[in-house]
């Protein structure tokens, strides 16, 4: 492989990983206490303030005048091992272990006639990935995002059974990525971008104690622009130092949700089958202003990702006045092949886990508590399918997420 190729491959694929952090490779849909306790399957049975964000079919029968949710999720990364070889090169190396803290908010408004609004702002993505390892730096020694969304929804009463909804989504991204290799090449690239989507969603009650419910998120594409400064020695035009414009487009997915929640007695069951259209990311193409960097790095990359399943259910047990207790698994398939993994993403499926708890302070004010563990399963790369010359096994990594909140109705 020539350098000049691998270091396109190098550099496109890790800053376009580092702008779709929100969705099915590395998405955190936990963003609230309840959500988060019940591993996201959290869409029909959608009952307090966030779901303005989750459902916002369902706040036409929430009870309450006016309700809201404020709380702190704080993440934990830990190493991610990786085991074998690049290019025939030994490159066994840990990855650096991630703490984050991502606030949060959701509100739900008063009904007015048949209408009630909503308003949520959520942080759904900001993870990183950052390694020592020296071939490992040539893919990833550092790229970190950032993601903040604000939701505002609307929810239409159509009859007592019957309820649709939906909203605007207004994203704000920013991203960083480090690569280098030492005498070759050494790159940093910074970009931001404001985007707009939407989201849609319907509930029906059968009878009092079932909810079906459908939740659609638009597909929205991520126009990154910003800087990109670094030096290349290697190809036909070597630069000591370029600093130039650059940016970079690709797609956030949509999100269908399909949900189905009952309550026996004090116990709702709620399952949630969701398909993330990860189809939609087929090639990812730089440009540049500088045409030197653009002849270098602009060459457009086949990435071929997979639509992808996830499936999960959530246990809801009201345990008396006071105290309620909820517990959720979810399975996650990850949409990236085999050929195109790398370090940037060393992605696999996934099994999450989680609990939680809201205690209820008074009649209108509750607290609540609850924990994740995203487990990823081992998975080992060969070469062939391989672009990037991986021989070895990814393992350990995944993800802790714990949460606190404070709910208020009034």
Same mark, same amino acid.
């Given at each position: 492989?020539?350098?000049?190729?691998?270091?396109? %491959?190098? *550099?496109?694929?890790?800053?376009?990983?580092?702008?779709?952090?929100?969705? $099915?490779?590395?998405?955190?849909?936990?963003?609230?206490? %309840?959500?988060?306790?019940? $591993?996201?399957?959290?869409?029909?049975?959608?009952?307090?303030?966030?779901?303005?964000?989750?459902?916002?079919?369902?706040?036409?029968?929430?009870?309450?005048?006016?309700?809201?949710?404020?709380?702190?999720?704080?993440? @934990?990364?830990?190493? *991610?091992?990786?085991?074998?070889?690049?290019?025939?090169?030994?490159?066994?190396?840990?990855?650096?272990?991630?703490?984050?803290?991502?606030?949060?908010? @959701?509100?739900?408004?008063?009904?007015?006639?048949?209408?009630?609004?909503?308003?949520? /702002?959520?942080?759904?993505?900001?993870?990183?990935?950052?390694?020592?390892?020296?071939?490992?730096?040539?893919?990833?020694?550092?790229?970190? /995002?950032?993601?903040?969304?604000?939701?505002?929804?609307?929810?239409?009463?159509?009859?007592?059974?019957?309820?649709?909804?939906?909203?605007?989504?207004?994203?704000?991204?920013?991203?960083?990525?480090?690569?280098?290799?030492?005498?070759?090449?050494?790159?940093?690239?910074?970009?931001?971008?404001?985007?707009?989507?939407?989201?849609?969603?319907?509930?029906?009650?059968?009878?009092?104690?079932?909810?079906? $419910? /459908?939740?659609?998120?638009?597909?929205?594409?991520?126009?990154?622009?910003?800087?990109?400064?670094?030096?290349?020695?290697?190809?036909?035009?070597?630069?000591?130092?370029?600093?130039?414009?650059?940016?970079?487009?690709?797609?956030?997915?949509?999100?269908?949700?399909?949900?189905?929640? @009952?309550? #026996?007695?004090?116990?709702?069951?709620?399952?949630?089958?969701?398909?993330?259209?990860?189809?939609?990311?087929?090639?990812?193409?730089? @440009?540049?202003?500088?045409?030197?960097?653009?002849?270098?790095?602009?060459?457009?990359?086949?990435?071929?990702?997979?639509?992808?399943?996830?499936? %999960?259910?959530?246990?809801?047990?009201?345990?008396?006045?006071?105290?309620?207790?909820?517990?959720?698994?979810?399975?996650?398939?990850?949409?990236?092949?085999?050929?195109?993994?790398?370090?940037?993403?060393?992605? $696999?499926?996934?099994?999450?886990?989680?609990?939680?708890?809201?205690?209820?302070?008074?009649?209108?004010?509750?607290?609540?508590?609850?924990?994740?563990?995203?487990?990823?399963?081992?998975?080992?790369?060969?070469?062939?399918?391989?672009?990037?010359?991986?021989?070895?096994?990814?393992?350990?990594?995944?993800?802790?997420?714990?949460?606190?909140?404070?709910?208020?109705? #009034?």
């Amino acid at each position: 492989m020539k350098y000049t190729d691998f270091f396109v %491959r190098t *550099v496109v694929t890790s800053m376009a990983t580092a702008t779709v952090l929100m969705a $099915s490779a590395y998405k955190i849909p936990e963003q609230s206490t %309840r959500s988060m306790a019940l $591993s996201a399957a959290y869409v029909a049975g959608a009952d307090s303030a966030d779901a303005s964000y989750y459902n916002p079919a369902n706040m036409s029968w929430i009870e309450g005048d006016k309700l809201l949710e404020a709380g702190l999720t704080y993440i @934990h990364l830990p190493e *991610v091992e990786y085991r074998g070889s690049v290019a025939g090169v030994p490159a066994d190396d840990n990855s650096k272990t991630e703490d984050f803290l991502l606030p949060y908010f @959701h509100y739900i408004s008063p009904k007015v006639g048949n209408f009630r609004f909503g308003l949520s /702002l959520v942080e759904p993505g900001g993870l990183s990935k950052k390694w020592d390892g020296a071939v490992q730096k040539m893919y990833a020694e550092e790229f970190t /995002l950032k993601v903040v969304e604000l939701n505002p929804t609307v929810s239409y009463a159509v009859t007592p059974k019957f309820s649709i909804g939906g909203g605007l989504r207004l994203i704000y991204s920013d991203g960083k990525v480090k690569l280098f290799n030492e005498g070759m090449y050494a790159e940093n690239m910074e970009g931001d971008t404001i985007e707009f989507g939407y989201n849609l969603a319907l509930s029906y009650k059968p009878k009092p104690e079932t909810t079906l $419910s /459908l939740t659609y998120r638009s597909n929205v594409d991520l126009n990154l622009e910003g800087s990109s400064t670094g030096f290349i020695a290697v190809g036909s035009n070597p630069l000591p130092y370029y600093d130039t414009p650059g940016g970079v487009s690709v797609p956030l997915p949509a999100t269908l949700a399909l949900a189905a929640a @009952h309550t #026996f007695g004090k116990t709702c069951v709620e399952l949630v089958y969701e398909r993330t259209y990860w189809s939609e990311y087929e090639k990812l193409d730089f @440009h540049f202003t500088n045409p030197v960097v653009d002849a270098v790095f602009g060459t457009p990359i086949d990435k071929d990702w997979s639509d992808t399943n996830t499936f %999960r259910i959530g246990i809801t047990h009201k345990l008396d006045e006071k105290w309620t207790l909820m517990a959720g698994y979810a399975y996650d398939e990850t949409p990236i092949p085999e050929k195109t993994v790398s370090f940037e993403l060393p992605d $696999s499926d996934a099994n999450i886990f989680s609990i939680g708890a809201i205690m209820q302070i008074n009649k209108d004010l509750e607290a609540g508590f609850s924990l994740l563990y995203d487990h990823k399963d081992e998975r080992t790369i060969h070469t062939p399918p391989n672009e990037k010359g991986i021989e070895g096994t990814f393992s350990e990594g995944g993800a802790i997420l714990t949460n606190i909140s404070i709910g208020y109705r #009034f």
